[in-house]
């Protein structure tokens, strides 16, 4: 069971918008740690999409944009294309033990 | 371009130690936190550790006592070894650099190809 907590799956239609939540808690991100996004497609290494909770790496269109409250983050992509489809999972860092720690996972489908 | 190039065994056998080593081309391995990811088949991303260069190194809690990691300058790489493996450590092994130098708290900016390792008899 993974320390930050991602909804299992999310699915749009091309175009639509799609939000992915990321919630930690008080020894995470509650603590001021930065999130981070990437996409992992199949038979490829993970892609950083958002860096410190809302920066884009050069490269990554605007259509994915990261936000950040308390514990909880989010990532939002707009206008769905269909080679969104794969997983996304979100990333901070934990004080208690001190560890890089990741999200479950969100499977994207587009319908 | 800066290039991640992972090598090592891909099978290895249950009680024995899986080591990987990661060559870094294009840029100089000083100055990065350098990590080891792991995806085990149907499951999500694992955080092994990280190792600084001429600095210290931090491990996943889970995997403490098993974990060695270590940096040769020289040769510009990485390398990773963990011991008493079981077929739970079957998985995709990624290395795999932060953003910007001194970051220890992720942001993977650059990963290898990914290597697959089977733990089995």
């Known amino acids: 069971q993974s320390v930050l907590t991602q909804p299992p799956s999310v699915s749009g239609a091309p175009g639509q918008r799609v939000t992915i939540s990321c919630t930690g808690s008080s020894s995470n991100i509650g603590a001021g740690y930065d999130v981070h996004w990437y996409q992992h497609l199949p038979g490829t290494a993970p892609r950083l999409l958002i860096y410190s909770n809302t920066d884009r790496p050069s490269g990554v269109p605007d259509r994915f944009s990261g936000s950040k409250s308390g514990t909880s983050a989010s990532l939002a992509i707009s206008g769905l294309q269909a080679e969104d489809e794969g997983d996304y999972y979100c990333?901070?860092?934990?004080?208690?033990?001190?560890?890089?720690?990741f999200g479950g996972g969100t499977k994207l489908t587009v319908l | 371009q800066v290039l991640l190039q992972g090598s090592g065994p891909r099978l290895v056998k249950p009680s024995e130690t899986l080591s990987l080593t990661c060559t870094v081309s294009g840029d100089s391995i000083s100055g990065y936190y350098w990590n080891w990811i792991r995806q085990p088949p149907g499951k999500g991303l694992e955080w092994i550790g990280y190792?600084?260069?001429?600095?210290?190194?931090n491990y996943n809690p889970s995997l403490k006592s098993r974990v060695i990691m270590s940096v040769d300058s020289s040769k510009n790489e990485m390398s990773l070894s963990l011991s008493f493996v079981t077929a739970a450590d079957t998985a995709v092994y990624y290395c795999?650099?932060?953003?910007?130098?001194?970051?220890?708290?992720?942001?993977?900016?650059?990963w290898g190809q990914g290597a697959i390792v089977t733990v089995s008899s």
């Open positions: 990333q901070s860092h934990d004080t208690s033990p001190s560890a890089v720690i």
């Open positions: 190792i600084y260069p001429g600095g210290g190194s």
């Open positions: 795999a650099r932060p953003y910007k130098r001194g970051w220890y708290g992720g942001a993977f900016h650059l």
